[in-house]
């Protein structure tokens, strides 16, 4: 069965520095997410990315996280200047074709933790 | 983003059948009731989904009321790897630029052997 793969699976790093995490979707999936999970808290979405271009946003991504696609298989998730509250466990998910957005089947990745010292 | 009303805990015993309710009584009529499950330590997996008719897959069944307004998670035989949390989401059919999920706190299930 096809699936979303995230590397690292867990990284320590110290406050300020840039963090990037990287997923590869599904081939031929259209729609790309980042969710984050704090420890013991719900899943919360952060941005979707459709056609090259963030497609929504929440609160939460600021202007300290980007998003990127750069060879059409990754996805990338930056953390510019992580600060402590930034740790968190982070899922990539993508869906499939369906113009019937609802319908849409997310598969989510098994996820990045992230460790701010 | 229409609401989901789910308790927070429930028990099963190996091998029994499960419900798992959701309420969603502002449900419009483009919504998708969605399932996703979160294994410990491991990202949302989908379960299944429905829009008006009940729906059958090899993990398991979903019955939706006639009105819409509230639906259930049917594990016809609860096993120890089922031990998660049950998320029941709604999702536009239309769903703008993006399908998002938006995840509430679910319930978690708890399978005695």
């Known amino acids: 069965e096809p699936e979303v793969t995230q590397t690292p699976s867990h990284q320590v790093t110290q406050m300020g520095q840039e963090v990037i995490l990287r997923c590869v979707p599904i081939s031929n999936h259209l729609y790309f997410y980042w969710y984050r999970q704090i420890l013991g808290q719900k899943v919360e979405f952060l941005v979707s990315f459709y056609n090259n271009e963030i497609s929504e946003k929440s609160e939460i991504f600021d202007d300290q996280f980007s998003v990127e696609r750069p060879d059409g298989s990754n996805f990338t998730l930056k953390i510019r200047s992580t600060k402590l509250e930034d740790s968190a466990m982070y899922f990539c998910?993508?869906?499939?074709?369906?113009?019937?957005?609802?319908?849409?089947?997310?598969?989510f990745g098994a996820g990045s933790r992230l460790t701010v010292l | 983003d229409a609401k989901t009303t789910q308790p927070n805990s429930m028990e099963s015993n190996e091998e029994e059948p499960v419900h798992l309710p959701c309420n969603h009584s502002t449900i419009s009529g483009t919504d998708y009731i969605h399932w996703y499950r979160q294994l410990p330590s491991q990202g949302p997996e989908y379960v299944i989904h429905?829009?008006?008719s009940n729906v059958n897959n090899r993990m398991a069944s979903l019955a939706i009321a006639e009105d819409r307004k509230s639906s259930t998670l049917i594990l016809h035989r609860a096993t120890l790897r089922d031990a998660a949390v049950y998320y029941c989401?709604?999702?536009?059919?239309?769903?703008?630029?993006?399908?998002?999920?938006?995840f509430g706190t679910g319930t978690l299930l708890a399978v005695q052997p």
């Open positions: 989401i709604l999702s536009d059919l239309y769903g703008g630029a993006t399908n998002k999920l938006i």
């Open positions: 998910a993508s869906a499939g074709t369906s113009g019937r957005l609802g319908a849409n089947v997310l598969t």
């Open positions: 429905g829009l008006t």
